[in-house]
């Protein structure tokens, strides 16, 4: 099998019959589909662990993005905190910042965003 369409078509006349992905398969797409195609055979103790471990998984890249953008807005504030003390105008520190007027405002009045 030297194609991608060879190897497709290889994948779906023996799908049901393969255990490991040939190791010649480069394609994503390809790899996915021996990987859903393995899933037939599972018990349905193997599907609910790979299930949990997908979720886990999403869990933990939620958790980051979520730092992520704290970080991101903390930093904001902290620019924004500055311009003010420069007495920039919000307009000017709203594009510099990505705050939006009223949080800018807040910021002016001490209050937390």
Not at 4 to 30: C, M, T
Not at 70 to 92: F, P, R, S, V, Y
């Amino acid at each position: 099998m030297e194609s991608l369409v060879e190897k497709w078509v290889y994948f779906i006349k023996n799908a049901e019959n393969l255990r490991l992905i040939p190791s010649n398969i480069d394609d994503e797409g390809l790899k996915s589909a021996y990987t859903e195609a393995d899933k037939h055979t599972w018990t349905r103790k193997d599907l609910e662990a790979y299930d949990y471990a997908l979720m886990r998984e999403a869990d933990g890249i939620t958790e980051k993005m979520l730092v992520v953008q704290k970080a991101e807005l903390a930093k904001q504030i902290e620019i924004a905190k500055n311009l003010i003390a420069l007495g920039l105008n919000n307009d000017l520190i709203v594009k510099g910042t990505d705050l939006t007027v009223e949080e800018v405002q807040d910021l002016r009045t001490q209050k937390i965003i």
